[in-house]
């Protein structure tokens, strides 16, 4: 996955902002006041007009990350036309750059690469511990577990996932929990084990 590269510059009492991604022409960019940051940093979101431009910034306290909306637009004659854009910085290094760029001699650039959104997972609670040993202890089904663990139960609404062992060899019973309450249950079975070179985990609910 490409991702932006943002170049902040101190100018005198200003920060500008400009986004750089293959394939792309660097643009203009967008130049804020340093008030925007005392904003951001006292109110999570902050927000400012230019001429022909506008920049949102948006807080994440979570994942300790800064969200920037970046707009232009461009007029000519009965047209109107604009790019828009949005990158996710690391809140800290940012905020640090902007506090250091004030001070005499002190940085004037600074680059950083978007930061690319997690998919927020559950945690994953194993009730049932002989049942998980058998499967860390044979390394094909130790392999097909992870694999699958990674790429599944991406559940945004979900805190965690809790399982338990099921008749089926390899195999474990799960409980979803929302909100503290019982959502979702099923199995995560392994199918296929007369081969398990070609055997596979699949869910069902």
């Known amino acids: 996955?490409?991702?932006?590269?943002?170049?902040?510059?101190?100018?005198?009492?200003?920060?500008?902002?400009?986004?750089?991604?293959?394939?792309?022409?660097?643009?203009?960019?967008?130049?804020?006041?340093?008030?925007?940051?005392?904003?951001?940093?006292?109110?999570?979101?902050?927000?400012?007009?230019?001429?022909?431009?506008?920049?949102?910034?948006?807080?994440?306290?979570?994942?300790?990350?800064?969200?920037?909306?970046?707009?232009?637009?461009?007029?000519c004659g009965h047209r109107l036309s604009g790019w828009e854009e949005c990158v996710i910085l690391d809140y800290e290094k940012l905020m640090a750059f902007v506090r250091d760029s004030a001070v005499p001699n002190g940085p004037k650039e600074w680059r950083g690469l978007s930061v690319v959104p997690r998919t927020p997972q559950p945690r994953l609670v194993f009730r049932c511990d002989e049942r998980l040993r058998e499967c860390?202890?044979?390394?094909?089904?130790?392999?097909?577990?992870?694999?699958?663990?990674?790429?599944?139960?991406?559940?945004?609404?979900?805190?965690?996932?809790?399982?338990?062992?099921?008749?089926?060899?390899?195999?474990?019973?799960?409980?979803e929990y929302c909100n503290g309450k019982p959502a979702m249950c099923g199995g995560l079975i392994l199918h296929g084990q007369e081969n398990m070179e070609k055997a596979y985990y699949s869910i069902h609910t």
């Open 1 to 75: 996955m490409d991702r932006t590269m943002v170049k902040v510059t101190c100018i005198a009492d200003r920060i500008k902002f400009r986004t750089i991604r293959r394939g792309c022409e660097a643009l203009d960019g967008i130049t804020v006041s340093r008030s925007v940051f005392e904003d951001l940093e006292a109110h999570g979101y902050a927000a400012q007009n230019g001429f022909n431009s506008f920049a949102v910034f948006r807080r994440d306290g979570f994942r300790g990350t800064v969200s920037i909306r970046l707009a232009w637009l461009n007029c």
């Open 136 to 175: 860390l202890d044979n390394k094909l089904v130790r392999h097909k577990l992870a694999k699958f663990l990674g790429d599944n139960f991406r559940w945004p609404r979900s805190e965690r996932v809790e399982f338990y062992t099921d008749f089926v060899p390899y195999s474990f019973f799960f409980q």
